[in-house]
């Protein structure tokens, strides 16, 4: 029985709610909200970008240009929850985190609507700074399950399709509808909303967490919000320089990246356990194939929504087809979370590490098909069907679903408890170093002799043969990865 089940059944209140804990429910909707917001700028900001700021310069160059800072402002997001990580565990606790990160992110997105570019790189800022915060999320999803608990990636799965709705329809809502009424301006503030409205809920109900949250305190800790703040406030405007200096964003990365690997080395030292430090470089292993699927999938914020834009045919707004991928999850996410028991009853589950050798296969074989199809089944305007896209997200999404649920649980699973949101953190800028190679793979597409259309086919059939080599090394080395588990599957 979970600590949570215990917990509520001791105080009189019914332990679950269609089989799962109770607070599980609130955190997904939370979970909806908040991703509602992100994905509803996602699906336009690089056209926005260019169009907006930088169509003086020319079609390629406004493409290079919008392409370099939207990576940027990813990169950056998924690499503060490092900080924000420290920040839950140590200083504000895991709810009060997630709360500032709500209200925060919501202002943030209503500071992007600002007109000018220094002022939308200031919303930026504020929205990458405080997302850090919301680390806490998925870790708070499995604060309400025992380790041991059979529920616990049935409740991941369920976390996992929350995400998904709310980002299958933000671009709907906020880029199709919205902004394609009243501006793309407004769909930032429609996109605030939901983020607002996400705040609301949490705050609302975060007091039911109290039993499950962890020996850091959940009470009042005005010093430390208000430190918090200030420090995010001082940070806002090097934030927003440092956005439009790519350059040295990417060497902040790469030194940040660094410092986390010489923390959990130190912590290995420290520790002197053998099982935790082979665990963790396993979960190092494991992050070196998420930053490269996620390097190659990620071309779908940047070059594939030019490509959409502007080499394919389709009957509907190109930013829908930023609802293809959590389209295709909510699809087949319930069909594999059956297909993957099925195997392991007959043995056949293939192990977590295998699983992300797949993963990376297929996301692999996604621009191959890309790459084809612009070479072989090109119509005469030049341009190919809506369908190849279709396919392209089709097998990504599979690709994902391989990889991105079991990660999450990983964290918990792998990592030594104490540094829980940490460890998250760090898996989190796994997406940030993918974010920011995703960005200058790109650029590609819009220099060099190539042009046009053939650009992309040349630059997606080396995206396909790089990632099918790097694929069948993680299937063949699967065995090993998983003996340095030691029996976490």
């Given amino acids: 029985m979970s600590t949570q089940v215990a917990l509520e059944r001791e105080a009189g209140q019914p332990a679950d709610w269609c089989g799962h804990p109770r607070q599980l429910w609130m955190l997904l909707a939370v979970t909806v909200g908040m991703n509602f917001g992100y994905y509803g700028f996602r699906a336009y900001i690089a056209p926005y970008i260019a169009q907006t700021f930088y169509s003086g310069l020319g079609q390629a160059a406004a493409q290079s240009h919008s392409d370099l800072l939207t990576s940027g402002l990813l990169a950056l997001m998924y690499a503060t929850p490092i900080i924000g990580g420290y920040l839950a565990d140590k200083v504000l606790g895991e709810a009060v985190s997630l709360l500032l990160s709500l209200w925060l992110s919501a202002l943030g997105l209503v500071l992007m609507a600002l007109p000018t570019l220094f002022g939308f790189e200031i919303g930026m800022a504020a929205f990458a700074l405080s997302s850090g915060l919301n680390v806490p999320l998925p870790v708070l999803i499995g604060r309400n399950y025992d380790s041991s608990d ?10 996992y399709l929350a995400v998904n709705l709310g980002s299958f329809i933000a671009p709907f809502i906020c880029a199709d509808w919205v902004a394609g009424r009243w501006g793309d301006r407004m769909g930032f503030v429609a996109a605030a909303v939901g983020m607002a409205l996400a705040a609301v809920v949490f705050q609302l109900r975060r007091h039911k967490l109290r039993p499950v949250l962890p020996r850091v305190g959940e009470g009042p800790r005005t010093r430390a919000i208000l430190a918090v703040l200030a420090g995010m406030a001082v940070l806002l405007v090097p934030t927003a320089l440092l956005l439009s200096h790519p350059g040295i964003l990417r060497a902040a990365m790469y030194v940040l990246m660094g410092l986390l690997a010489l923390y959990f080395v130190a912590s290995c030292i420290r520790r002197r356990d053998r099982v935790q430090t082979q665990r963790y470089i396993a979960l190092l ?18 070059s594939l929504n030019f490509f959409a834009r502007d080499y394919v045919n389709s009957p509907f707004n190109y930013t829908l087809f930023q609802s293809a991928n959590p389209l295709y999850i909510l699809i087949f996410a319930p069909l594999l979370a059956v297909l993957w ?25 996604s621009y191959g098909l890309t790459a084809w199809a612009i070479r072989h089944a090109m119509a005469p305007d030049g341009k190919v ?50 974010y920011q190679l995703a960005g200058w793979i790109a650029t590609l597409t819009t220099s060099g002799a190539r042009t046009g259309i053939a650009a ?34």
Wanted: a positive charge; proline letters at 5%.
């Fill in 385 to 434: 069907g809506w369908g190849v896209l279709a396919g392209c997200y089709g097998l990504q999404t599979v690709g994902e679903l391989a990889i991105n649920p079991i990660g999450y649980s990983l964290i918990g699973l792998l990592a030594a408890p104490e540094d829980a949101s940490f460890a998250m953190g760090g898996w989190f800028f796994g997406f940030a170093l993918a």
């Fill in 285 to 302: 292993l494991l992050f070196i194939a998420l930053v490269l699927f996620w390097t190659l999938s990620f071309q779908g914020v940047t």
């Fill in 456 to 489: 992309y086919a040349h630059v997606y059939w080396e995206l396909f043969l790089a990632g099918v080599a790097v694929s069948i090394v993680y299937l063949l080395a699967a065995p090993k990865v998983q003996k340095l588990m030691h029996g976490v599957h």
């Fill in 150 to 159: 059979p529920r616990r990636q049935g409740g991941y799965m369920l976390f």
């Fill in 341 to 365: 028991p099925w195997l392991g009853r007959r043995g056949k589950d293939p192990s977590t590490p295998r699983k992300f050798g797949i993963g990376l296969l297929l996301v692999a074989l």
